[in-house]
């Protein structure tokens, strides 16, 4: 599951439209794990902006709506928490662009380059 998230989180971040509202990047994670049964592993707002400051508006999270426009720097970050075990989560880095989207983000997408190996 946590890797399926990996991967969401690379196709929100790529089908962002120029002028949409932030709520879109929020709801479509929080969507995927309703639909999945675990709506309550996903604990914190999925992204925001980027800046000076490192976290600014716009945030991804209930409650919030701003549009989305060329120029913004943002990061597409939801994570999935399941108590006793622990967590997942991965940032990707997205500048939105006058033609749409550009994924800053760069590194390994596969699960093999993506987890370690257990050793007893």
């Known amino acids: 599951m946590a890797y399926q998230l990996r991967l969401l989180t690379v196709t929100f971040s790529v089908d962002l439209p120029r002028a949409m509202s932030n ?38 999270a209930d409650g919030y709506e701003r549009i989305i426009e060329p120029g913004m720097c943002l990061t597409i970050e939801p994570g999935i928490y ?22 800053l983000t760069g590194g390994p997408v596969s699960i093999g380059a993506l987890t370690l190996p257990m050793h007893s």
């Open 23 to 60: 709520r879109g990047p929020h709801s479509s994670p929080r969507t995927y794990f309703r639909r999945a049964g675990m709506s309550d592993r996903l604990l914190h707002r999925t992204g925001h902006g980027m800046d000076v400051t490192g976290r600014e508006a716009p945030f991804f």
């Open 82 to 103: 399941v108590e006793g075990i622990g967590g997942f989560r991965h940032s990707d880095t997205v500048l939105i662009g006058d033609d749409g989207p550009v994924m």
